[in-house]
């Protein structure tokens, strides 16, 4: 069992330093239906830079459609969403962006995002699924692109399988990989959308140690929805928790999911454990 605990550190201190620093997501009265359904009911929601915010809820409560409109990958109806003091996407009501405005939006404003199914380019290399985007995207050289996926490659521990194509890779590797790329281009902002949900059990914790490595080394922010209630408790600064498409309850990781406050919080984390 890999050991997630976090040593030496102060979670009060940390707690204190991250509330002086900058914010790096503000979300306010996010709303958005599916027709007459609402998926998102008015969510409100601050990280700062550096923050771990963990995000649990049943399925269907509105994860996966927050942290794609954090991405821009969906629009809205009503709100503003604001990564680094900018708006992102001015045009909720829709009009169409190329994929390459949105992408490189994206890498303007430093966000990047990591997939339950790793969305991995099935016909190209570890490497290149790294460094392609870094040349097409950011612009780097493929010199400098290589340098750099062979180093984020490293820090995931994948090295040894840079000439790899994703179908010969566990899952647990392809994962790694997809958070490789989504880390390259240095983002402000990483976003996680049930990253170990697809594993199998006994490939979940070389995941979670990653992700818990980024977020310690590189200091970005995190928005990682998850049920790994155990993973949560050691790595996330903060739970909040959404039922509905909204957040009912949100506080420290140790207050939340240990005296949760609001019997729907209660009652969902006594069904995960
Ligand atoms: P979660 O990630 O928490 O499981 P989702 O954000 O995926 O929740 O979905 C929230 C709700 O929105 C669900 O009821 C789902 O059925 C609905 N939903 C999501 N995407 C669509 C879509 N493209 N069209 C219609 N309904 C959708
Ligand atoms: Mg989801």
Redesign the pocket.
Known sequence: VVNLHVRGIDREARARRLAGNAVAVEVTGLRKS??P?A??AGVDLTVRAGEIVA?L????????????CINRL?GWDEGAIRVGGRFLGTDEAGRALSPRDVAQMRAGVGVGMVFQQFNLFGHLTARENIAGPLRWVQGLSRLNADRRAQELLERVGLAHRADALPRHLSGGQQQRVAIARAVAPGPSVLLL??PTSALDPELVNEVLEVIQRLAVEEGLAMVI?THQLRFAGEVADRVVF?SG?RIVEEGPADQVLNTPRHPLTARFLSKMS
């Open positions: 599916y027709g359904q998926v998102l995000m809820g049943p399925s269907g409560s509105g994860k996966s459609t927050l942290l794609r969906e959308d049930e929805s959404l498409g």
